[in-house]
C-alpha cells in the first residue's frame, strides 16, 4: 500500500530532494502494507476523513502507477460496510484511492448471507484487519422504516433488517423525534448489523477473538462529511 505522499518541486535540487523523499516514503509504504494493524487501519481512516472534511483531500493512490501496483493483487487495509446512498462515498470521505478499501454496500447497510460472505473474502483472504460497518444521517432506509413505508418489489426485505433498530431506538430513547430520533436509530442499526456481523459468521468471530479483525461502528453525517468512530464495541460472541 502506498502512502499518500506528493510532491511538487519546480527546482531542480528541490525535485532532486523530492524524488529521494519519495523514494524512501515508498520503501517505508511496502515495510508498512505488511503489518498495518487494525489500529493503524482505523487512524489512516480517521486521518483521509480529517482531510477531506478540512477540504484537504489529498486523493492518494489515484495516479496511474497505483493500477499497475495493484494488478498483481490487492491489499485493502479496512473493509466498509455502508449504505448504497450516492452521499456516502467511502473512498472520498476517507480520502483513500485504488486497492485500499474494500467496500459492501447495501441500502441501509444491513447484512444477509452475500455480504457476510464477500466480508468473510476480504478478512479470510485478504487479511483485512479492519471492518467499519458505517450507518449516516437521514439515512432514506433507515426513515422508510421507521415510517413502515412502501415495501414494493424487494424494498421490503431491506426494511425488515432495519425494524429491530428502529423499534430498539423507540424503547431505549422514547422521547427523541425527528431527524434526532432517525439519526439514533441509523445509528442503533449500525451496532446491531455489525453485532449480526459477528454472530451469524463463525469465521469473522474466530478472527475477532484472535485479534486478527476488530469490527467496529462508525456513522457519517451528510451535512458536515464527517465520519464519528463509535467507542462502543461490538459484541463478540464466545466461541462455541
Ligand atoms: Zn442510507
Do not use: W
Amino acid at each position: 500500500m502506498a502512502l499518500p505522499f506528493r510532491f511538487h518541486a519546480r527546482t531542480p535540487r528541490a525535485r532532486a530532494l523530492a524524488g529521494l523523499l519519495t523514494g524512501v516514503l515508498f520503501i517505508l509504504s511496502i515495510a508498512f502494507a505488511a503489518g498495518v494493524t487494525p489500529q493503524d487501519a482505523l487512524a489512516l481512516l480517521t486521518a483521509g476523513n480529517a482531510r477531506f472534511t478540512e477540504g484537504k483531500a489529498i486523493h492518494p493512490n489515484c495516479a496511474k502507477a497505483r493500477i499497475t501496483e495493484t494488478a498483481a493483487g490487492q491489499q485493502p487495509f479496512a473493509v466498509v460496510l455502508t449504505c448504497a446512498d450516492s452521499r456516502v462515498p467511502p473512498e472520498l470521505i476517507f480520502d483513500r484511492g485504488v486497492g485500499d478499501l474494500f467496500v459492501v454496500r447495501t441500502a441501509g447497510n444491513v447484512i444477509d448471507l452475500v455480504v457476510i460472505g464477500s466480508i468473510e473474502y476480504a478478512v479470510e483472504h485478504l487479511h483485512t484487519p479492519r471492518v467499519i460497518v458505517m450507518g449516516h444521517t437521514r439515512c432514506g432506509a433507515v426513515t422508510a422504516a421507521a415510517e413502515h413505508g412502501h415495501t414494493d418489489g424487494s424494498i421490503g426485505a431491506i426494511l425488515e433488517c432495519i425494524t429491530p433498530a428502529v423499534d430498539e431506538t423507540k424503547k431505549q430513547i422514547p422521547k427523541l423525534t425527528g431527524d434526532a430520533f432517525l439519526d439514533a436509530a441509523a445509528e442503533a442499526n449500525a451496532r446491531r448489523q455489525a453485532n449480526e456481523l459477528l454472530r451469524q459468521s463463525p469465521l469473522l468471530a474466530d478472527a475477532a477473538r484472535n485479534g486478527t479483525v476488530v469490527v467496529s461502528c462508525a456513522m457519517y453525517d451528510v451535512r458536515s462529511g464527517k465520519v464519528t468512530m463509535s467507542a462502543v464495541p461490538v459484541v463478540v460472541p464466545p466461541a462455541r
